[in-house]
């Protein structure tokens, strides 16, 4: 590690959403230990957004990762080199001292690798990023605890871990247009945040099961839904608007930030392992978080965040399910266990906000 108090450190985690969430803490580690660093991150440009506006990070570097995937599908080898090149040239041209690829893959470490820090540490590497490593630390800590492998390499690097707490940066416009949405929707008694999506099947819930969880937060509650998602999942969300007018259904009407400052203002986050949902611990907010086929953690850290699992013998399977596509993990939450244990939350007072 640098031994004077003004570096040049880069954070290399490109995606995905919950994953830089988790790692979030590691600017505030880094910069309790260094003050006067200049602290960048590597970021693929769908998730720039959660790091731009974080108060104790100097850059964001955009990874054009789209734009060489084009240039090697049309087979323009001169042009990708030259941009490669390129890439390489703006990354050594900010003097890295110390590199943190704490992604762990062998994309990552190649980027790594391009900084041209002297000292280049990789946490968990594999697929050959190791090779490109100065140094590596395994992936460690109580895996009960949320963002359990970004706190050890913390520790591992002697870094000060007092506050190791997750971060969402806003700007003002973020904040600006989450009033705006609770103004136009009449929120402003308070509203329920679904986050039903997410990338594989078997961490979803059902949709009848979200269905039902708006009739028991309509008959305890009296509380608004609001849905949240990306413009990926309009077709998914439309299959559960169907059945419910009086769900609002904000699925690809906001960018990512709006999402978060609308999570930050719900009463109630309940959601699958998602990045939204992660953003509801990160927001403090009340969370409940439906895990089955993944459990990333356990342990929230929150007292007012949950983990809602039901384990089998084959949990988790992560990639793997061996059930048929019935996922009884999933299947076994029902809505009534959320509001008994929406209810518990502290922080949460139901109809009464």
């Given amino acids: 590690m640098p031994e004077h108090d003004n570096p040049s450190i880069l954070i290399v985690r490109l995606s995905a959403i919950g994953d830089i969430v988790f790692a979030s803490p590691l600017i505030h580690a880094l910069r309790q230990r260094y003050p006067a660093a200049r602290i960048s991150w590597l970021v693929q440009p769908e998730s720039k957004a959660l790091l731009e506006h974080h108060p104790e990070l100097d850059e964001v570097v955009i990874w054009p990762r789209a734009r060489w995937q084009t240039l ?10 030259r941009e490669v090149a390129s890439f390489r040239r703006s990354l050594r041209e900010r003097d890295f001292e110390l590199a943190l690829d704490v992604q762990g893959l062998l994309k990552s470490g190649l980027l790594t690798w391009f900084s041209g ?50 971060h969402v940066g806003l700007s003002d416009e973020d904040r600006v247009s989450a009033d705006q949405l609770i103004e136009k929707h009449q929120l402003k008694r308070g509203f329920v945040v679904i986050c039903p999506f997410t990338t594989r099947p078997q961490k979803h819930w059902f949709n009848a099961s979200w269905q039902a969880l708006l009739e028991q937060v309509a008959q305890n509650w009296q509380l608004p839904v609001v849905m949240l998602g990306g413009p990926g999942d309009r077709q998914p969300a439309a299959e559960i608007k169907a059945s419910d007018e009086g769900l609002i259904n904000l699925v690809g009407e906001t960018t990512l930030r709006q999402a978060a400052a609308l999570i930050a203002r719900g009463s109630l986050v309940v959601g699958v392992d998602t990045g939204l949902t992660h953003i509801g611990i990160a927001m403090s907010r009340p969370t409940l978080c439906l ?16 983990v809602i699992y039901h384990p089998r013998r084959c949990s988790p399977c992560k990639r793997k399910p ?3 596509g ?23 007072n139901g109809g009464g906000q």
Wanted: aromatic share 10%; glycine share 8%; with cysteine.
């Fill in 117 to 166: 820090a002297a000292q280049r540490i990789g946490l968990g590497s594999r697929e050959g990023s190791q090779y490109l490593m100065t140094a590596t630390v395994e992936k460690g800590g109580e895996p009960r605890r949320i963002g359990s492998e970004y706190l050890y390499l913390a520790e591992q690097l002697g870094l000060p871990v007092d506050r190791f707490e997750m």
């Fill in 72 to 81: 090697w599908k049309e087979r323009r080898w001169l042009t990708l080199w």
């Fill in 291 to 306: 895990f089955g086929s993944t459990r990333p953690y356990l342990d929230t850290t929150h007292e007012n965040a949950q």
């Fill in 322 to 324: 061996t059930c048929h």
């Fill in 326 to 348: 019935s996922f009884d993990c999933m299947a076994e939450i029902t809505a009534a266990e959320i509001v008994a244990r929406a209810d518990r939350l502290p922080g949460f």
